[in-house]
């Protein structure tokens, strides 16, 4: 049984290196990416979630999930006005936050 998984295995990894070498390659270069940008994040991940920047944390991700959008459904012929996006977006976080933020460390008056 595991010696006919493992002849299964072979066959299809020379399958793909035959057929769908410059793909492979690819997939293989992003795998490798993404696992060093993952190590290497990590520590400023932890710290910011040390810091309690939850808004930080939220922002990074609606950016990242909507240059993935973009990207995948829209055809952008120029990328300048995607990161005025981002700007006005960053700028009206920005603002809600020091808000929030001058709220909390207003002194109490009775």
């Known amino acids: ?8 295995i072979v066959r299809i990894s ?13 997939v293989l ?3 490798t990416g993404l696992i060093i940008l993952y190590y290497v994040c990590k520590p400023f ?8 920047w939850n808004t930080f944390i939220t922002y990074m991700i609606v950016v990242l999930i909507m240059f993935l959008l973009v990207s995948e459904f829209i055809d952008v012929p120029d990328w300048k006005y ?9 700028i ?10 001058m709220k909390k460390n207003q002194p109490y008056s009775n």
């Open 29 to 31: 270069y992003i795998v």
């Open 14 to 26: 020379d399958f793909l290196l035959l057929t769908m070498q410059t793909e492979l390659f690819f």
């Open 45 to 52: 991940v932890k710290f910011v979630i040390a810091l309690e």
């Open 82 to 90: 995607v990161l005025y996006g981002v700007l006005i977006f960053s």
């Open 1 to 8: 049984m595991a010696e006919d998984l493992w002849k299964e």
């Open 92 to 101: 009206i976080v920005s603002i809600k936050r020091s808000f929030s933020i």
